[in-house]
Every structure is written in C-alpha cells, then in structure tokens.
Antibody, heavy 118, light 108 residues
Framework: EVQLVESGGGLVKPGGSLRLSCAASGFTFSTYSMNWVRQAPGKGLEWVSC????????DYADSVKGRFTVSRDNARNSLLLQMNTLRAEDTAVYYC???????????WGQGTLVTVSS | EIVLTQSPATLSLSPGERATLSCRASQSVSSYLAWYQKKPGQAPRLLIY???NRATGIPARYSGSGSGTDFTLTISSLEPEDFAVYYC??????????FGPGTKVDIK
C-alpha cells in the first residue's frame, strides 16, 4: 500500500525557515517524480514544486521560486522541501503527492500545516 | 499559460440528485485533464484522469467527459459522502501543474 507521511510543519515568523519532509513507503520511490502541493486556508489547491526520480530536474511555482528548494533522498525514501524567507501568504497545508503518468497526482499524504505569523 | 475555469462555484443539491460540474480550459488540453475531490481535513482524492478514466477504487457513479477545452464531471446520484469541493487539473509546460478554482457541492 502506498503511504506518504508529511512532517515538519509548524509556526514560524515571517522571514524564517522551515524544512518539510515526506516519508514514502509501499512503492519504488526512486522511480517516481514527486511533488508538493499546498492549500491555503479557505483557498484552492496550488502546485508548489516537483522533482524527478533521479533528482535531475526540479521545478517551482513562481510564487516560491528562489525561496523554496525541493530535494529527495532515494536511499531513505524521503522527499524534502526547504522553505526560506517565509511569508504570511505561504501559510497553508502542504501535501506531498506522487505522480501518475507524469500528468496527475495519484497518491497524496495527509498534509502538514505551515503557519507563518509574527 | 493555460487557465482552468470551473462552474458553478457552488452547487446546492440533495442526496440522490445528479451533479454536473464544468471545467473549461483557456486553450485546448486535448484529453489531459483530471478531477479531484477534496474534503476538509482530508487529502485530495484523484477521481478521474485523462478526462474520462476513473481512478482505482472510484465508484461508477462518477464519470468524466470532454476534450479540448470543455470538460464535465458527473455524479449520477449524490451520496452523503459526495458533498465536497471538486477541482479539475491539467499539466502543461508552464506552470507545470494547474488547478481550477473548485466547485463546492453542498447539501440543499
């Protein structure tokens, strides 16, 4: 059974940093591109970042480019998101998600809440 | 940049009724469109991919149709657990993944 479990969320001040983790199990992690998707309170879903299975390609939404860095550790089946220079508008539940056919998100974690507030 | 628009914003229906949700793309996306269900406090769930294919474990009352720029998600007979927000989604060259703003299906 595919399982994705996020951790690392919490309360951080504007300008601060946080690192999110996603522990994956139940599939061959290294063969799948992985993504971060977020949902701000009362808002819709927003794609944040993706990384290919071999870590050769990463991409980011304009709203986080230059501040967030995605990485992965295939030996440990984990996906990471380093978030720097956090802003109030980064407040959201962050989900990790596994792609299917390179186009859609087939499996999702339960999410971790990030709150940016002074 | 491809923009996805969903209508209506809210759909108020009773259990047993048919729900018809629309997603329109600003340019053709062929059949590369998915639908997700999102409930408060839960992870999104993939319902339909490639416009009309049900994902694993999705009940037959959910169906998707359309191609090009106009797509429809139909729930043939609403069950109590179907009241949620529904999002369409597409992958393009940039931004990599786009979601529509969502349609809330609530109880009338």
């Amino acid at each position: 059974e595919v399982q994705l479990v996020e951790s690392g969320g919490g309360l951080v001040k504007p300008g601060g940093s946080l690192r999110l983790s996603c522990a994956a199990s139940g599939f061959t992690f290294s063969t799948y591109s992985m993504n971060w998707v977020r949902q701000a309170p009362g808002k819709g879903l927003e794609w944040v970042s993706c990384i290919t299975g071999d870590s050769k390609h990463m991409d980011y939404a304009d709203s986080v480019k230059g501040r967030f860095t995605v990485s992965r550790d295939n030996a440990r089946n984990s996906l990471l998101l380093q978030m720097n220079t956090l802003r109030a508008e980064d407040t959201a539940v962050y989900y990790c998600a596994r792609e299917i056919s390179g186009r859609y998100f087939e499996h999702w974690g339960q999410g971790t809440l990030v709150t940016v507030s002074s | 940049e491809i923009v996805l628009t969903q209508s209506p914003a809210t759909l108020s229906l009773s259990p047993g009724e048919r729900a018809t949700l629309s997603c329109r793309a600003s340019q053709s996306v062929s059949s590369y469109l998915a639908w997700y269900q999102k409930k408060p406090g839960q992870a999104p769930r993939l319902l339909i991919y490639d416009a009309s294919n049900r994902a694993t474990g999705i009940p037959a009352r959910y169906s998707g149709s359309g191609s090009g720029t106009d797509f429809t998600l139909t729930i043939s007979s609403l069950e109590p657990e179907d009241f949620a927000v529904y999002y369409c989604q597409h992958r393009s060259n940039w931004p990599l993944f786009t979601f529509g703003p969502g349609t809330k299906v609530d109880i009338k």
